[in-house]
């Protein structure tokens, strides 16, 4: 047994001097002056304003650039401008004069001038990335847009609207991230064959908002510096940052040692657990985005007007919200969600078997039949589908469920080759547009026209009524009366879509009770850090 | 593959000519470029046919088709497979991997990040492994049937068949979570982050080069959980094998002899038996270091660790092709170069195979 002996010797000497190490360093906890967040960062892709459209690049944008019109902070109702300072429409509402603020600086150090405005607007119409739509609709394209936006003098700028579209439209537009203002000098010396400095800003940053980037890697963390020359004042962070944490339970470690100030995805599980939790605090924020079910209208039964009717009197509204969806998602039955503008809070549907049975048998399929449902792997979408599939056998109706990740699911939606899919949503911009859009405006239903960004093309639902009325309402420019026709759309929507609206999610932000004034609007780009204090 | 002649005249070969270096060298670049040549095909044939669409992963699900299109065009995607990857090829050669789609840089730039963080992690684990698991396994040889032997046996159950991340969590809960003992999860310290200059890229020697101790010391406790985790994988493989290769070896009746002629019997176990087991312990070893250095996804997630495990599998969820091949490839020369090294180490432990 002497060499035992001698093996746990050795064992144990490994042991003492694991712990030596251990006992050389103590932890120190977040400093005063320095916001850290864990959140998963893996969907950061690009920082390049024009390109962002992943909910960490929307977040994180809206911190390094100041936009041409902005829902500031303070007050996330109130559309102000933000680099611009006022604004003027012209007599038949086409043109917008905007006059920049004065005395902006980007980080640079360079002065923000109407040549820094026309450069980025006209920027994203030529890289035409993804979230270019939200800019050309306006009828702007590579060929007209230097013509249509223009600095008419040092401090002025003139964007002439080339669709029907409303003025009002326009400036909410101009809020989005495509509305943010980079640093000409700065981008263009970072050019490299005539791509607009696109490579460069991809991972670099040229604003004027609150903060800069120092620092971003990839799967690893985002460090943000604070910009004290920014026009609301230094913000009272020196340095924020976001730190990558895949794994939500270790996301919940980090927040209760106080080793991080936030923990940004929690479960609802984790969440419940931290109820109470001495110097822990939950926020709860009412966000944009939807969880909507789509038929497929070319699916020889689904397809049926009464069948879709039937399937909003299935699903279990109540039922979902208060059990596995409590605090996170709220019943909502119309495509614009609520508590902004013009949206319509009736939620007109609840669980009604023996109504959708009878549609269904209306219909000529009281025998029942078989469906695929498709979605998505990440909570809560399994769950929902389970808690439909259960709902539609007893109507008679037999779901099989589909799991698959986005990358997956979206383009067998874009071919139309789903049959039942419960998916997601969210506004690009806050206007009740973006989405009327998005679900309620095919204006070509043809298989080659391939109007594969928009929901109501892909579910082939070919309403000239309802286009017409989205187009009209976009047009309004008259406020009430446009309100008021999003509100009649949704009403009709909400009848003969082939989409069930069904909830609207909410945010839970877990933070240490000593961090305040972290700013989360409705819409993924609206999150603000330069209130936070400590 | 290689250079071999019909048996019985192996031995003339090797005396005259080509001397055998030549052949080792031919042996080892055809290895590692039929390796390379076999890996970048099945990956690209793989990232080809995977219903993921790497249009949408850069895009995204909302784009209109004509910004679908021109991401299409621009990615070269309209050509024949066999095109495209003859392109790939001739630009990986010239040392462009291609753009991440994920990252947004170059895909060689991302795998010198990556890389070293599993290499430290991976290093160390085997490290553990080895320096444990090879005397665990040689005593529950020597007392097979007693304690210790039952006690390595239960180890090595439990190392085999606890999942990794149940593990590492519970780890974390209860040396970081209710101890305070060690650090969360991370690589080191954000407000670390930057202070020491990436040369070698593995921080623990950076650091060291550039004597910023306090990092050092910061980055070797954000080390401890999950090298420790990642080994005991390594270490429950490694004694087992070690126990049933040295019970065959002290079964022998030269340990006999050996014992008959009085020699003490720590040499009769180290000097003689485990000698033998040398060689076939380098093979397990380096397989077993191999597979850590593709890097745990699981350890890699849970500890937030950013290495190649979580680089290539976020990558290859997002159809981010560019980066799995190049991840893959990477993971490949570290096979091949391990299978070099051990051959080497080979031939150091066993007289016969040196070929003189």
Not at chain 1, 85 to 99: A, C, L, M, P, Q
Not at chain 1, 136 to 161: R, Y
Not at chain 2, 89 to 98: M, Y
Request: some cysteine.
């Amino acid at each position: 047994m002497k060499l035992i002996k001698r093996g746990v010797y050795s064992v144990l000497a490994l042991v003492g001097l694991t712990f030596l190490c251990i006992s050389s360093v103590a932890y120190a906890k977040t400093p005063s002056n320095t916001l850290v967040m864990a959140k998963s960062i893996s969907d950061l892709i690009t920082l390049d304003p024009a390109e962002v459209f992943e909910l960490t690049g929307g977040e994180v944008i809206c911190n390094i650039y100041d936009r041409v019109m902005m829902f500031e902070a303070e007050d996330l109702t109130k559309l102000v401008g933000g680099v611009a300072e006022s604004y003027k429409i012209s007599g038949n509402g086409k043109t917008v004069t905007f006059k920049i603020r004065s005395g902006q600086k980007f980080h640079s150090g360079n002065p923000v001038t109407a040549s820094d405005v026309e450069f980025s607007l006209r920027r994203v119409v030529h890289l035409k990335k993804t979230p270019s739509f939200i800019l050309t609709q306006f009828g702007w394209d590579k060929d007209n847009v230097d013509k249509l936006i223009k600095a008419t003098g040092p401090m002025t700028v003139s964007v002439t609207n080339n669709s029907d579209f409303s003025a009002g439209l326009l400036l909410n537009a101009l809020s989005a991230g495509v509305g943010s203002v980079v640093d000409k000098k700065v981008v263009m010396s970072h050019e490299k064959n005539g791509d607009m400095g696109y490579e460069w800003l991809k991972t670099n940053s040229a604003g004027s908002g609150p903060f800069s980037l120092k620092t971003w890697k990839a799967n690893e963390l985002v460090v943000l510096e604070a910009n004290p020359e920014h026009r609301h004042g230094k913000p009272k962070m020196k340095r924020v940052i976001l730190r990558h944490v895949a794994e939500p339970a270790a996301q919940r470690l980090l927040v209760e040692k106080g080793d991080v100030d936030m923990a940004r995805n929690l479960t609802p599980d984790q969440i419940k657990g931290l109820k109470g939790k001495k110097g822990i605090v939950i926020d709860n924020n009412a966000k944009a985005g939807s969880v909507y079910m789509a038929t497929n209208n070319t699916h020889p039964i689904l397809g049926n007007a009464d069948v879709r009717k039937a399937i909003r009197y299935v699903v279990d509204y109540e039922g979902m919200a208060n059990s596995f969806l409590a605090g996170q998602y709220k019943v909502h039955q119309s495509f614009w969600p609520g508590g902004l503008w013009a949206s319509l809070e009736n939620n007109p549907f609840k669980q009604d078997l023996t109504k959708a049975k009878s549609l269904v048998s209306k219909a000529g399929h009281g025998k029942g039949f078989k469906i695929v449902i498709d979605t998505l792997t990440t909570a809560p979408f399994p769950e929902i589908a389970q808690s439909v599939q259960q709902s539609l056998s007893k109507i008679g109706v037999e779901a099989e469920i589909i799991l698959s990740e986005g990358k997956t699911l979206w383009p067998k939606y874009r071919a139309r080759k789903h049959e039942l899919i419960i998916a997601r949503w969210s506004p690009d911009y806050v206007d009740p547009h973006s989405n009327a859009d998005a679900f309620a405006h095919n204006p070509d239903n043809r298989q080659e026209a391939k109007l594969t960004g928009k929901p109501a093309w892909r579910t082939s639902w070919d309403d000239k009524g309802i286009t017409a009325l989205t187009e009209a309402a976009a047009r309004e420019l008259d406020l009430v009366k446009r309100e008021q026709m999003y509100l009649d759309l949704q009403r009709q929507f909400q009848q003969t879509a082939p989409f069930t609206f069904m909830f609207q999610s909410s945010e839970q932000l877990v933070r240490q009770d000593r961090v305040k004034g972290f700013v989360s609007g409705a819409n993924f780009d609206l999150v603000f850090y330069r209130l936070v204090s400590k | 593959m290689g250079l071999k002649t019909p048996l019985g005249l192996e031995g003339m070969v090797n005396k005259s000519f080509p001397p055998p270096i030549v052949g080792q060298l031919f042996r080892l670049f055809s290895s590692l470029i039929l390796t390379f040549i076999g890996l970048t095909a099945i990956t690209f044939i793989i990232g080809r046919v995977m219903p993921a669409d790497p249009v949408l992963a850069i895009v995204g699900d909302r784009a209109s088709r004509e910004v679908y299109d021109a991401m299409y065009l621009q990615m070269g995607l309209d050509k024949p497979l066999i095109q495209q990857y003859l392109i790939y090829i001739s630009n990986v050669v010239q040392g462009d991997f291609g753009k991440s789609i994920m990252t947004a840089r170059d895909v060689l730039d991302d795998l010198i990040r990556f890389f070293p963080a599993t290499l430290e992690l991976a290093t160390i684990a085997t490290l553990i492994g080895v320096f444990i698991g090879v005397p665990m396994g040689v005593g529950a040889a020597v007392y097979q049937g007693q304690w210790f032997d039952h006690l390595v046996r239960v180890i090595g159950l439990f190392g085999y068949s606890v999942p990794i991340f149940w593990l590492g969590m519970v780890a974390l809960l209860i040396f970081y979570g209710w101890l305070d003992v060690l650090p969360g999860p991370g690589r080191i310290e954000v407000f670390y982050d930057g202070v020491v200059n990436p040369v070698t890229g593995i921080i623990l020697i950076d650091s060291a080069l550039q004597e910023e101790w306090e990092v050092f010391w910061n980055a070797v406790d954000h080390l401890i959980l999950p090298s420790t985790i990642l080994a005991t994988f390594a270490l429950a493989y490694i004694a087992r094998m070690t126990r049933s290769f040295m019970l065959d070896q002290l079964n022998q009746e030269y340990v006999l002899t050996a014992r008959v002629k009085g020699l003490k019997e720590s040499s009769v176990i180290w000097g003689h038996a485990f000698r033998n087991v040398l060689v076939q312990l380098i093979t397990i070893i380096g397989l077993t270091y191999a597979s850590l250095l593709e890097g745990s996804v699981l350890t890699e997630t849970i500890f937030s660790w950013p290495g190649i495990g979580q680089y290539i599998t976020t990558s290859l969820f997002n159809a981010d092709m560019n980066a799995v091949i190049g991840g893959t490839v990477v993971v490949g020369i570290c096979f091949v170069g391990i299978n070099i090294l051990s051959d080497a180490l080979y031939k150091l432990a066993d007289p016969r195979a040196r070929g003189d």
